[in-house]
């Protein structure tokens, strides 16, 4: 974790492999790594590929609280539409994904297809002995805009899934693969919490990363017995601090997605600051895995304005310069072009004063009070992770924002998608 | 012209070649077409390569009003915070250029050097025979933030350019070639108005598509007699519907400056709609021939915005559009990927309806009432010239901001500038 403005708690008391008594954060393991969770991925034939391209996450219980944030896009994906709704009774039993198509820009006609897929999941569900309803099973897609999903593939996938499913961490990683699209690894942590409760996660894509929009979808679980209420106070705190920091090319996907459930079934009550830190450790280290995954990426990229008046004002700077393409890709060429980045402060929504700003690559300074420092076209930027700090000199707050480089393989990638 | 929004009496009245009683545009003249103005362009030695680097615009008058738009960025370099104060009187006798370093970001050592340049112009032309102040000089520079110029080669050169400043049609070009960068031909234009008044121009690089920021530096000149106030007010109108709305890679360099000179050497008082025509469209040709020549550019891309409820609206949607990276990167694939287009749309500043948006790439529907039309993905975007026109079904207001896609080449170019 490399933000400054990470809650401190979670740096101190979350190390992995750190002696019982503090949290153990896991990367091998997901979804199922909390008491209660079944979970499954299996090839339904929606990729054209043949690879796995459905995952269900299952909620024994005994309890059935849930939370979701969703893209902030005005253009919502009909999976988004539904699983929004049927999130405002906080209670989830099921999350059903797919990879293979974003069934977004598909009318009421593909708004449709996701309520049918919650049907079957539902039906499929009470067949297999637990009486569920399709509002308690949200949808989640991921793919190329503007085309139906095959529903008799879906569906005759629903039915095989429910199946499938099983109860040990295999079952997580399954689905960790199955909602993959051009994510070159599967994306899962898990955290151990010494008082006996647990928080699994996977995810996919990242912001718009990856070709066609890269949804990035993630679901969450825990056995920690929480309120609805706890999981989206938990939730929001997170991914405000975590994905909505990951920014790779400054655009938001139709169809982004990430949910929490709980099934209690640890039956140890959970505090408000202990969840918090627990979830914000998960969303951090799979934001992290994301980041490093990133479709084209040559350099990870972590801008960290500091000296802004509100930490709002520094999340903005840092964001038009981790927007910016000739920022991106001075890096990329491992270029200490520093004036790029003062020209990218400068036309960001926030007051600043040109003759205080101070940046830092990788540590060493490369421009105070506005002008450069000695040396500071030197400076090397040749390994993979770059820090850029920013100092605006105006006040105590901060704030930091991953991001990547811009390079031939992200223009290469993107320019030949859907044809 | 292809912006919808352009004011119909250009449209209408000024056509190359067009019969005597209409406007004509010519391409192969700029700022010596108006009566009054003398230029010149030399080699001073500031670029490492020896082309040429500085140029001179000088207003003989017999009137010396100017008026003066410059870059938004925060950061400003040097120069501009020079000639924005001279400007404050409305009057201009002279503007030097270089081109080999952008004065931005060098402190109160490069403001001292930018006011020596001024001074260095003004005892010139006061040696010449036309007594001349510091404070009606502006001064322009373009080239890699954060370095100081070389002061001996500058004040060298100025005293060199003076003496070499024509008259003629050519002094004007050798000006438009010595302000290039990475440009790869000069920009120039002039309208020839049919009651005896000319307006004139040259331009360089554009928004920030070249590397390092590729300063937007312009140049206009008229004979027609116009109080600073029409200057003003006519330079303001047409910036803001021509390079205002070219849009490469939504950054904006320290450096940008348009100014327009009167020298009223016609004789003939204008008024103000005829002067707001004539001055948008030499703008707008300008724009135009930047765009063509745009880094990296494989693309020349119209993004226009119908059916918004303000002109605001239109142009921020069509501006966000314009800057998405994978709206770009799958243009320069010629790929129809319209859920691009949307996805962009529904990140916009804006409240749209996602169920009433309409979409056409080169005048075939691909997108209506927010989902696809059959054949969409077939359009042929193989061509140079792609036109983007999104109706949003809410009102009557639109507009059209001009881009280009986002290719290898503009990486490239991008990646390896400073070092």
Chains 1, 2 share one sequence.
Not at 335 to 343: Q, S, T, Y
Request: net charge negative; glycine share 10%; proline share 4%.
């Amino acid at each position: 974790m490399t933000s400054q403005d990470a809650p401190q708690q979670a740096d101190e008391q979350i190390q992995p492999g750190a002696p019982m008594g503090a949290p153990r954060l896991v990367r091998d393991q997901g979804v199922t790594a909390p008491l209660g969770f079944r979970a499954a991925g299996i090839a339904a034939g929606i990729k054209a590929s043949g690879a796995d391209d459905l995952a269900l996450v299952f909620n024994e219980g005994p309890d059935h609280t849930a939370a979701g944030v969703f893209t902030k896009n005005q253009v919502k994906a009909a999976p988004v539409l539904w699983s929004q709704q049927v999130l405002t009774t906080g209670r989830l039993r099921a999350v059903i994904l797919n990879s293979g198509g974003a069934n977004a820009c598909t009318g009421p006609e593909g708004f449709g297809d996701t309520h049918r897929t919650a049907e079957a999941v539902a039906a499929a569900l009470s067949n297999w002995g637990t009486s569920t309803g399709a509002v308690e099973v949200a949808v989640c897609s991921t793919g190329l805009i503007g085309d139906r999903l095959p529903m008799d593939k879906v569906l005759a996938g629903v039915t095989e899934i429910v199946q499938d499913m099983g109860g040990g961490l295999s079952g997580g990683t399954d689905a960790a693969y199955a909602i993959m699209t051009t994510d070159t690894v599967p994306k899962q942590a898990a955290l151990h919490h010494p008082d006996g409760w647990n928080v699994g996660g996977m995810g996919k894509g990242a912001g718009m990363m990856a070709p066609s929009l890269a949804t990035m979808l993630c679901v969450l679980t825990t056995d920690a017995q929480a309120s609805a209420e706890q999981l989206d106070l938990a939730l929001r705190r997170a991914a405000a601090r975590t994905f909505d920091r990951l920014d790779i090319d400054g655009s938001t996907s139709t169809n982004d997605t990430v949910l929490l459930l709980s099934s209690g079934a640890s039956q140890i009550p959970v505090g408000q600051d202990d969840l918090d830190a627990a979830v914000f450790t998960v969303c951090d280290e799979l934001a992290a895995q994301l980041m490093a995954d990133a479709e084209g990426v040559t350099k990870r990229v972590t801008i960290t304005v500091a000296g802004a008046v509100m930490e709002d004002d520094a999340l903005a700077v840092a964001r038009t310069v981790a927007r910016d393409s000739l920022v991106k890709t001075a890096l990329f060429g491992s270029d200490a072009n520093w004036g790029r980045v003062l020209a990218a402060v400068g036309i960001s929504p926030v007051t600043i004063d040109p003759d205080r700003i101070a940046v830092t690559f990788n540590g060493s300074p490369v421009c105070r009070n506005g002008h450069g420092v000695p040396g500071a076209r030197d400076v090397d930027l040749s390994g993979t992770d770059i820090t850029v700090d920013i100092d605006l000199g105006l006040g105590d707050a901060s704030a930091s924002i991953r991001t990547t480089d811009l390079s031939h393989a992200y223009v290469e990638e993107n320019s030949a998608y859907s044809s």
